[in-house]
């Protein structure tokens, strides 16, 4: 199998050859590469004629290539600086163009994506497939009072403040006056939505979407508890006094103080805990016995067969969905269409995707569309949006080359 740094270069190494920008000495490598195996000289004949890549690139031009490209060159130019000694995989680096960020993208596992490409029929045929197109999420969520009265909270705001004595926006719009202190409120965000949340102790919660937060509309003794589920980032007033816990399904997150992301959706196997400061105790409450404390720059799993895994994360990875970007790093096209399912408003039967692990960065803002026709190139699937039979609406995204 080649390595990352030998399918990088041949990958340039073929775009430069057919865009015409290769050097004499760049094209000699490549030949000597053409000629080195039969299956590489079959690989690049058979599914990557100049007219395909021609079409491809332009496919492109309307994408933001530059912010894709910048993200993911920023990773990698970090994990560079701290493998000092691959001077020839950091001179590849700064080679690569903008233009060829997209494409250059790796599907892991696979062989590389510019020679693994469905065949050029079946290219065509799906181009002549028109794709439903869905706008990219916003701020939408509904707050729950106890006695059941549902509030739909404006699109143009971007969170609400639990000020003790009334409920606002952040802007110091009023919603609500004089909330009953032991009742309990719900906010949630729909599939396609996302909002912010200011508790009664100044603790600070990034709700993403298809997520639903129980709270209290004022903390009251030694103990603040809060109940998630799906994704949320926290960042927790320090009460010395009063111990903060987020509760979720078979977890319970214990801390004081700091700033951590919990992921418990309940159509995924795993719920994951990332700390970016301070110190939580993450505790399997299935099993009490099983609890783990993290540090900063570490992340558990907690399985659905009650297994609880500690291990180094990228905090930034964790919380790139805060920053309105997808990141997908070693992730399966599973979880990946299930989080795209939720920020875009769709389903999916997860059943009949494969779950080959892709490695990719995509800003959240970008139309459906475009966000799959990179996920097409650095997968080798192609999607299309159906109506759903029961909604008739456009809701349904199927697999059309399994």
């Keep these: 199998m080649e390595t990352i740094e030998t399918a990088l270069r041949i990958s340039y190494l073929i ?16 030949q000597k590469w053409l000629t080195s195996k039969a299956d590489n000289r079959a690989h690049f004949d058979s599914t990557y004629q100049q007219d395909i890549l021609q079409q491809k690139m332009q496919d492109y031009q309307h994408v933001d290539k530059a912010s894709v490209w910048r993200k993911t060159s920023d990773k990698i130019q970090n994990e560079l600086e701290q493998q000092p000694k691959n001077k020839n995989l950091r001179q590849l680096f700064q080679k690569i163009t903008t233009a060829a960020a997209a494409v250059l993208l790796l599907s892991l596992g696979t062989y590389y994506i510019l020679l693994r490409q469905p065949d050029t029929q079946q290219q065509n045929e799906i181009a002549q ?12 969520a509904i707050l729950t009072l106890e006695n059941g009265q549902s509030i739909d909270l404006s699109e143009q705001e971007t969170g609400i403040v639990m000020n003790g004595e009334s409920i606002t926006y952040k802007d110091g719009s009023p919603i609500l006056s004089r909330p009953e202190e032991s009742q309990t409120l719900t906010l949630h965000t729909p599939k396609g939505g996302r909002y912010e949340l200011t508790l009664s102790d100044g603790t600070k919660v990034w709700l993403n979407a298809a997520s639903t937060l129980r709270y209290p509309a004022r903390f009251n003794g030694q103990e603040r508890r809060v109940q998630l589920d799906g994704e949320a980032y926290f960042e927790v007033a320090h009460q010395s006094n009063s111990t903060f816990k987020v509760a979720s399904s078979v977890q319970e997150v214990s801390v004081l103080g700091t700033h951590f992301n919990v992921k418990a959706y309940t159509d995924e196997p795993l719920i994951t805990t990332t700390l970016l400061e301070g110190s939580v105790r993450v505790i399997n409450t299935a099993a009490q016995a099983s609890s783990a404390l993290l540090k900063p720059g570490q992340q558990s799993t907690l399985s659905s067969s009650g297994q609880l895994k500690v291990s180094t994360a990228s905090t930034e990875d964790a919380i790139a969905w805060k920053e309105n970007i ?20 769709f389903n999916i039967d997860i059943h009949t995707i494969p779950n080959n692990e892709l490695y990719g960065e995509i800003p959240k803002d970008l139309p459906l569309s475009e966000v ?8 080798g699937y192609r999607f299309k949006l159906i109506k759903d039979e029961t909604t008739k609406e456009e809701r349904r995204l199927l697999l059309i080359n399994n």
Aim: without cysteine; glycine residues 6%; negative net charge.
């Design 129 to 140: 497939t028109e794709i439903a197109d869905l706008p990219a999420g916003t701020n939408r």
């Design 372 to 379: 799959l026709k990179v996920l097409s190139d650095i997968s």
């Design 326 to 345: 997808f990141v997908f790093h070693h992730t399966g096209l599973q979880t990946i269409l299930l989080e795209l399912s939720r920020w875009y408003n």
């Design 15 to 30: 775009n430069a050859h057919l865009r015409g920008t290769i050097s004499d000495i760049e094209e000699q490598e490549l």
